[in-house]
């Protein structure tokens, strides 16, 4: 049975996880995400859920924990922010690559240089090359329903991948909405036991984990990480697909808004994506065809479908919540550029790094976007092709 | 549960090999003997997860495919020893309440001296303070062996390493060595102990027994040499361990619930000059001229013993 109730992001994870229960939750505090533990370590003491939970002195150990949990037969969780994922990082590899699922609850922040507290995106997009899944969230809803959703793509035997749950650090897991929960029957029924083939305490079969690798194995290992991670495109469509059944509410790889004839269009990832529709349905008032795609997948990356999705639009804007100091445009804008390649006919293409350490983003600001790409659709000059948007001066 | 008070040497080696042959350490290196012996003292019906920290034993006990445990294996890095064992802990303790396991497993993780001393240190004292059920084993052959003999918080003053090397103006690494066992001991876990390979090894086994089978933490300091970074021929590991303990340079004694007890007593404490002059990376404290070395060396050790001494008399 769904029903309402009003949610911060960061209550709508940890209420997700108590849901489901978890063997074994490993996690440090550090803003935005730190009311995650919190409210977890408040269940654990209420006798709420069955979970051990393990106050780590570091991130890098909370990783480290719920390795050696997951290994050994257990369902492991963490909660993190910037800093905390950075100091993951060796951990991370470790993880995706000892094939362990391990759900993370990402509230994304700023890096650090200088320290900021605010949102933006470089944590998790500094760390995509880790081999986990990454989800992205607009709202709390999408945050709590993705969350319920990484289980049962990242445990499945052809994915066996570590899974990353993203949400926008204060906008959305600070404040407060009015969601939509499932009954906790419907969740762990729908989430499942966790029954992986071989752990370290199965004692028919005593398994031992993290070799050292000569070149001779290596890349192979590696090449099979890779192929999972294809697998999962259509295993996270397949388990959208189930939770559409039980909960009404539709997920794909990513979401298009007012794209069926859209002209002009811009991808970005998160809680801008509100923002940004604002901006859409104003432009649609005034007759211009205005559309927006809004990335929820992003590791791995859904190129064919964006491509597909771009084909018809004359100029597209490519909105970074990230610098990669590539000196030519953020990760996304690469990504999606890229995707856009093998396209027979092309749209323009620019690219926006937005919204650092938790630069406002504003309809206003997104207007002036769409009334730059409209220029370019009309055969304008393109400019250039890497700038930033809402800096001072 | 009630430890045996007698000690079988031959009873004990004729237990099943729980780290097996064909793993791919040197000849003459404590750190395979440390671990053979350390699981040794297992009940032989019990199941165990072995941590390890990366290092000369990791890379050489676990190639893919080829384990040389016995038991589940699981290394993860070099610094998270002590949180990975945590989590596999932990999990056993979730997993046995949902009745998913049923038996006993023990847990025991091994790491060198830089997995332990250094890089590894956080993790292995929240470990500690955390009480997990666990048994963290330091083989400290004090250097980073395993990248090539470079200096850690354990190479003891005057010792020649590679990032610590004896020249015209530096006589070697200008620190003295950490005591970690001490720090662990401040932790206040109910059991820590310091031992090395001496005799019919009766002390490394019933210090692992107590530490295995102690409730909660417990940490084992073993003094495990290494022939390339101390520079002695493999045959003569015996008696460096030997000479480490009759000079007093590594004491052997345990603390069991916050009381110190020395394990042993040397009848005549021998000069460390004895332990030095077998290694090659003091070579440069006999040389003329160098004398000071030695006399600073030895009064490290007497000031390190008389300390020990008041903890376990006081």
């Known amino acids: 049975m769904n029903y309402n109730d009003r949610l911060s992001g960061n209550e709508a994870i940890a209420f997700a996880m108590k849901q489901i229960d978890p063997d074994v939750m490993a996690a440090f ?36 924990a719920c390795i050696g949990a997951q290994a050994a037969g257990a369902r492991a969780v963490t909660a993190t922010s910037s800093a905390g994922l950075a100091l993951m990082y060796e951990m991370m ?53 993705n969350f319920l959703q990484a289980m049962p793509i990242g445990e499945h035997p052809d994915v066996r991948l570590p899974v990353m749950i993203c949400q926008d650090g204060f906008i959305t897991s600070h404040a407060l909405e009015n969601i939509t929960l499932l009954d906790t029957e419907s969740v762990k029924a729908f989430v499942g036991e966790y029954n992986p083939e071989n752990y370290l305490l199965k004692k028919e079969n005593p398994l031992a984990i993290g070799p050292y690798d000569l070149g001779c194995h290596y890349m192979e290992h590696k090449i099979q990480q890779a192929e999972s991670m294809k697998f999962a495109k259509e295993r996270i469509l397949e388990v959208a697909a189930e939770f559409e059944k039980i909960s009404g509410r539709k997920y794909g790889l990513f979401e298009e808004y007012q794209m069926e004839d859209a002209e002009v269009a811009l991808v970005l990832i998160g809680s801008s994506a509100g923002t940004a529709k604002a ?39 490519i909105m970074d919540k990230a610098e990669s100091f590539s000196a030519q445009g953020g990760p996304l804008f690469a990504e999606v550029r890229s995707a856009l390649y093998d396209l027979e006919s092309r749209p323009k293409a620019v690219g926006y790094v937005y919204g650092l350490g938790g630069r406002d983003i504003t309809p206003q600001h997104f207007q002036g976007v769409y009334g730059r790409l409209l220029d370019i659709a009309k055969g304008g000059d393109l400019g250039p092709v890497y700038t930033h948007l809402g800096q001072r001066g | 549960m009630e430890l045996e008070r007698t000690y079988h040497f031959k009873k004990t080696l004729e237990k099943k090999e729980r780290f097996a042959p064909g793993h791919r350490l040197c000849a003459g290196c404590g750190a395979g003997i440390a671990v053979r012996g350390v699981l040794r003292a297992l009940n032989e019906e019990d199941r165990a997860v072995i941590g390890n920290a990366t290092g000369c034993l990791e890379v050489s006990s676990f190639l893919y495919p080829y384990t040389a445990y016995e038991d589940s294996y699981i290394h993860t890095a070099f ?53 997990h059920d666990l048994t963290y084993v330091c083989y400290d052959n004090e250097a980073y062996m395993n990248t090539g003999i470079q200096r850690s918080s354990s190479t003891p003053r005057f010792a020649s390493a590679t990032t610590s090397p004896a020249g015209s103006v530096v006589p070697g690494k200008k620190q003295n060595k950490k005591n970690l066992t001490d720090i662990i001991a401040a932790h206040n876990v109910p059991y ?74 040397p009848k005549k404490k021998l000069p460390v000059e004895e332990y030095l002059r077998m290694q090659g990376r003091f070579r440069h404290m006999f040389k003329p001229g160098n004398e000071w070395m030695i006399e600073a060396a030895q009064k490290s050790v007497d000031e390190n013993w008389e300390k020990l001494l008041a903890k376990c008399l006081g």
């Open chain 1, 29 to 64: 505090p550090i803003t935005p995400s730190t009311e995650i533990p919190q409210y977890f370590a408040q269940y654990v003491a209420n006798g709420e859920v069955n979970t051990e939970y393990v106050p780590v002195e570091s991130e890098h150990s909370s990783m480290s």
């Open chain 1, 93 to 145: 590899y470790v993880a995706s690559s000892s094939r362990l699922p391990i759900t993370l609850a990402c509230v994304n922040r700023a890096l650090t240089g200088p320290i900021n507290i605010n949102n933006d995106h470089s944590d998790s997009m500094g760390i995509r090359d880790a081999g986990w899944i990454q989800i992205y969230a607009e709202n709390n809803q999408e945050a709590y329903d």
């Open chain 1, 279 to 317: 901006a859409v349905e104003e432009l649609r008032e005034q007759g211009v065809k205005a559309g927006l795609i809004k990335i929820r997948v992003f590791r791995p990356f859904p190129a064919e479908e964006i491509a597909e999705a771009l084909k018809n639009v004359k100029a597209v804007a």
């Open chain 2, 79 to 131: 610094e998270s020893a002590g949180a990975s064992l945590s989590g596999v802990e932990a999990a056993y303790n979730a997993l046995k309440r949902k009745g998913k396991v049923k038996d006993t497993v023990k847990f025991i993780t091994f790491g060198g001296d830089g997995g332990t001393y250094d890089i590894g240190f956080q993790s292995l004292s929240g470990a500690m303070e955390r009480g």
């Open chain 2, 192 to 265: 820590v102990a310091q031992t090395t390979f001496i005799g019919n090894f009766r002390d490394l086994y019933t210090k692992a027994r107590k530490a295995i089978y102690t409730p909660g933490a417990t940490f084992l300091n073993v003094m495990a040499p290494c022939p390339r970074g101390w520079e002695y021929p493999a045959e003569m590991l015996p008696e460096i361990c030997r000479l480490a303990v009759e000079t007093c340079v590594w004491p052997l004694f345990e603390v069991e619930n916050g009381v110190w007890r020395l394990s042993y007593e």
